[in-house]
């Protein structure tokens, strides 16, 4: 959508390795959630936030609490399981939320 | 884990036709939420409501109604489906804003093609 930006489209990573996943927003947001499409179709929420950071095993997400204009997601140890396409979504108040476009992750051997 | 159970998965109509989309969650979620995604975007919001009775217009909702006859129940409803209408659509639940945990449970979606 035009509030949220997310970047980038595509990512390749190799097993084992780092990286971060970015959501921009052109408005002040309340809350963010991310989630994850696998292959199948399948929307999974992997994390909401209000603000601050949130961690589950090797995913960690930030909410910038100050401005309130970005979100990150930080993959480590990248594994294969983890290839998908990841959204996120963030509700500038209104009670809905706006989908970014999606960043879609390969990981490969 | 919330429950949300989408029915049918696939569907086929024709131009014209009505076309009726289904959802049920059975995590006594106030909220509930119908998106479309087409090919290489996001999810966008069609309809939502707040509780059993309630329906609200989302971002898209021309051409589109929806109904939730109770808590568990929300349903889209195409009165006279058109080619432009082909993508999938999630169904999701929640909890109302003010709470404090808001994460949304989709249902697995519903491939719909209007031929």
């Known amino acids: 959508g035009d509030q949220v930006e997310q970047s980038p489209s595509a990512l390749s990573l190799h097993e084992g390795t780092d990286s971060a996943l970015r959501c921009n927003f052109t408005t002040t947001m309340r809350s963010v959630q991310w989630f994850r499409q696998n292959s199948r179709g399948s929307l999974i929420s992997l994390f909401y936030?209000?603000?601050?950071t949130k961690e589950n095993g090797r995913l960690k997400s930030a909410f910038d609490s100050k401005e309130r204009r970005y979100s990150t997601l930080h993959i480590r140890d990248a594994q294969l399981e983890d290839s998908g396409t990841y959204f996120c979504a963030a509700d500038p108040n209104t009670g809905k939320l706006t989908f970014g476009d999606g960043t879609v992750l390969t990981v490969k051997p | 884990e919330a429950a949300v159970t989408q029915s049918p998965r696939n569907k086929v109509a024709v131009t014209g036709g009505k076309v009726t989309l289904s959802c049920n969650q059975t995590n006594n979620h106030n909220n509930m939420y119908w998106y479309r995604q087409d090919t290489g975007h996001g999810l966008r919001l069609i309809h939502y409501?707040?509780?059993?009775?309630?329906?609200e217009k989302g971002d898209i909702p021309d051409g589109y109604k929806a109904s939730r006859p109770s808590q568990e129940n929300f349903s889209l409803i195409l009165e006279l489906a058109t080619p432009s209408q082909t993508s999938v659509y999630f169904c999701?639940?929640?909890?109302?804003?003010?709470?404090?945990?808001?994460?949304?449970?989709f249902g697995h979606g519903t491939k719909l093609s209007v031929l």
């Open positions: 936030l209000a603000s601050g």
């Open positions: 999701a639940s929640g909890e109302p804003r003010d709470t404090t945990n808001e994460r949304l449970f």
């Open positions: 409501s707040y509780g059993a009775g309630s329906t």
